[in-house]
């Protein structure tokens, strides 16, 4: 297979947040557990048992390079890829990484006729996408990270597993979607100005995404919180929670009660973290390590751009 290396920057034009994925058309009930005109801060109780081990679950990625896949004189865009997904687990004044996956792909439009890429120091397996849009790829990619994710939750047992993000369909029962940055406005105007007056560690009531409770994969709970730290507006220190739409509402009501009570505690600060509070202390240190894990960029590259012209 011939293919060449673009000379623009791999970063460039890449995807900015995974939360922007967020749907901007989707349904929602906010009345689930308070009626709007009741709707106020809650406080979440300071008793109850806590769970003996949190997992915190992320994921990263990054276009190692932009090549072009040639077939005569035509040349389909692609995108070698690597992304990687690991585990913090925190039991009681203890926090340890556990498993990392790491994947590499080429992910190109399946009309283009291409193969895996292997090179002296990686192999980019073929990850075919609908077609060369963009936005496609960077689905893929993101689906990619999402697939190592889950096979790592899979296997550890833990009452509570912290996805880095929203849920995307994930069902586990234990699972919670955590949404750092908020790009979608879920909540109607009236509602809206509690979220400036939540004190640390309140939440918001329960509100329902994507249509009826019970929906496999289509619904979800949800909730806003804030974290502990300096007040620099309105909105600091404000996160979005959520879980499966299954189950009761009061199950969900007793379970965000408890998810309120244990992630302020993991909450950063401004002089260890530059996003903090929102990026936990276990998210950053994995971020950190997933990162270091992907490998050297440069050195990537280049062994694709020798690959590339052996290919001639």
């Known amino acids: 297979m011939r293919f060449s290396v673009e000379s623009w920057a791999p970063e460039y034009g890449i995807g900015a947040d995974d939360d922007q994925l967020d749907e901007r058309a989707t349904p929602v009930d906010a009345s689930i557990e308070r009626a709007l005109d009741e709707w106020s801060p809650i406080v979440p109780p300071t008793h109850g048992a806590q769970p003996e081990r949190v997992l915190f679950v992320d994921g990263v990625r990054r276009i190692d390079a932009r090549i072009w896949i040639h077939d005569g004189a035509a040349a389909h865009a692609g995108v070698c890829a690597s992304v990687a997904a690991g585990v913090v687990s925190c039991t009681a004044g203890r926090a340890e990484v556990g498993e990392v996956l790491v994947s590499r792909g080429l992910f190109v439009a399946a009309s283009a006729g291409a193969a895996p890429i292997e090179t002296r120091h990686a192999r980019y397996e073929l990850v075919p996408t609908a077609d060369d849009d963009p936005d496609s790829v960077y689905l893929a990619i993101h689906g990619q990270m999402t697939a190592l994710e889950a096979r790592i939750a899979a296997d550890i047992e833990s009452e509570v597993v912290v996805f880095d993000g929203p849920l995307r369909g994930r069902n586990d029962p234990r699972a919670v979607g955590y949404v750092k940055t908020q790009h979608v406005r879920y909540l109607p105007e009236e509602v809206a100005p509690i979220?400036?007056?939540?004190?640390?560690?309140?939440?918001?009531?329960?509100?329902?995404?994507?249509?009826?409770?019970?929906?496999?994969?289509?619904?979800?709970?949800?909730?806003?919180?804030?974290?502990?730290?300096?007040?620099t507006q309105p909105l600091a220190g404000i996160v979005r929670c959520e879980l499966a739409g299954l189950g009761t509402v009061a199950d969900a009501a007793s379970r965000a009660a408890l998810l309120t009570s244990i992630l302020p505690r993991f909450a950063s600060e401004p002089h260890k973290e530059p996003r903090a509070p929102q990026n936990l202390y276990p998210i950053a240190g994995l971020e950190h390590h997933l990162r270091h894990r992907l490998g050297d960029p440069h050195l990537l590259e280049r062994a694709l751009r020798v690959t590339a012209a052996a290919a001639y």
């Open 195 to 231: 979220l400036g007056a939540l004190g640390d560690g309140e939440r918001t009531p329960l509100f329902l995404i994507g249509g009826a409770a019970g929906l496999q994969g289509l619904s979800r709970y949800s909730w806003y919180l804030r974290l502990p730290g300096p007040r």
